[in-house]
């Protein structure tokens, strides 16, 4: 396999679909970088021209998502069919929610900004390749992570993480989506004082108290890759990856960022960072609820926190072309 990370998928045949599968696609229309109805027109063609039958479900937004992938998920499996989601990592978060556990085919067309999902498995953020990819695929069994029963496919948060992604988004809808964009919005983020969280960490039989401005749980190589995290090998043994930090000024706040950016962020003293397949965080004995970040969507959730790797894998749907598995 020509991906030169590490994953955490069983080495085993990858079954094949049979070729005249349906597809029932939730496309999120209110999601990454979609202009009118260019998306859409480009998964029509792809599939008329390929003759295979479809169904577009259609949302605006994230309000009812869920719905539309419940919907999917029932025809798929009255049909014998795929469900796909097209849109951004909040979209594929809520379709894969919908699909776990039910043992259907899972494919997606990424629309999202980082799209660390998409580039880990070799799926295109290109939508005309990812439709046609569809159509000569093999499914490979992908890791996901569980928070509190809620799927996640690249990482979970709390503390700081979620008011840099719901800055981030209000900088987006004012100045358009955009690396640079994200980049400034969380430099000016940031700056402002934040509040440390009381937690304790109770995982892999041991305990650990500290306070934080926030916890990020990993479960994507490509992304830990990127920041300089080495701890890779942990995601290998159907582990997630913890990273946290004693509370940090502002100039230590704006080191790390730096040194995320420049993949060496596994460097930073003040950086703390394990493996572990179930972890529990406790909050302070004040804290009941509390706002998480899940694939960039924010949830307020009830304390503790349940972390933990499920048995059930991800049928996800991959482009059979070796070299178009490599990461794009």
């Known amino acids: 396999m020509p991906r030169n990370f590490t994953d955490s998928r069983p080495a085993a045949p990858q079954p094949q679909l049979?070729?005249?599968?349906?597809?029932?696609?939730?496309?999120?229309?209110?999601?990454?970088?979609?202009?009118?109805?260019?998306?859409?027109?480009?998964?029509?063609?792809?599939?008329?021209?390929?003759g295979?039958?479809?169904?577009?479900?259609?949302?605006?937004?994230?309000?009812?998502?869920?719905?539309?992938?419940?919907?999917?998920?029932?025809?798929?499996?009255?049909?014998?069919?795929?469900?796909?989601?097209?849109?951004?990592?909040g979209t594929l978060n809520a379709v894969s929610n919908a699909v776990l556990g039910t043992g259907l085919p899972f494919g997606i067309l990424p629309q999202g900004t980082f799209n660390y999902f998409g580039r880990t498995y070799g799926i295109s953020q290109d939508t005309e390749t990812a439709t046609r990819n569809l159509l000569d695929s093999v499914i490979e069994p992908v890791q996901v992570g569980m928070l509190n029963g809620k799927v996640f496919l690249v990482n979970a948060s709390l503390g700081l993480y979620p008011t840099l992604l719901e800055d981030r988004e209000a900088y987006k809808q004012r100045y358009g989506r955009s690396r640079w964009v994200a980049l400034w919005?969380?430099?000016?983020?940031?700056?402002?004082?934040?509040?440390?969280?009381?937690?304790?960490?109770?995982?892999?039989?041991?305990?650990?108290?500290?306070?934080?401005?926030?916890?990020?749980?990993?479960?994507?190589a490509l992304q830990l890759e990127h920041i300089g995290v080495d701890q890779q090998v942990e995601l290998q043994r159907d582990h997630l990856v913890a990273m946290t930090a004693k509370p940090l000024s502002t100039l230590a706040l704006y080191g790390l960022v730096a040194?995320?950016?420049?993949?060496?962020?596994?460097?930073?003293?003040?950086?703390?960072?394990?493996?572990?397949?179930?972890?529990?965080?406790?909050?302070?004995?004040?804290?009941?609820?509390?706002?998480?970040?899940?694939?960039?969507?924010?949830?307020?959730?009830?304390?503790?926190?349940?972390?933990?790797?499920?048995?059930d894998y991800l049928p996800l749907l991959v482009p059979r072309n070796e070299l178009l598995r490599e990461r794009v």
């Open 259 to 311: 040194r995320g950016l420049i993949s060496r962020m596994g460097e930073a003293d003040n950086l703390i960072s394990f493996g572990f397949s179930k972890m529990t965080v406790r909050l302070g004995p004040t804290r009941r609820r509390i706002k998480v970040a899940m694939d960039g969507e924010i949830f307020r959730l009830r304390a503790p926190l349940e972390f933990h790797v499920p048995k």
């Open 18 to 50: 049979r070729g005249d599968e349906t597809f029932y696609i939730v496309l999120n229309t209110g999601s990454g970088k979609h202009q009118g109805s260019e998306v859409q027109d480009c998964i029509r063609q792809v599939l008329n021209a390929a």
């Open 185 to 220: 919005s969380a430099l000016v983020t940031l700056f402002r004082a934040h509040r440390q969280l009381s937690v304790q960490l109770d995982f892999e039989g041991s305990t650990r108290s500290l306070q934080t401005q926030t916890i990020v749980i990993g479960n994507n």
């Open 52 to 89: 295979r039958q479809f169904e577009l479900i259609e949302v605006k937004g994230g309000a009812n998502l869920a719905v539309a992938a419940k919907q999917a998920v029932e025809l798929a499996r009255a049909n014998k069919g795929v469900v796909v989601a097209a849109g951004g990592d």
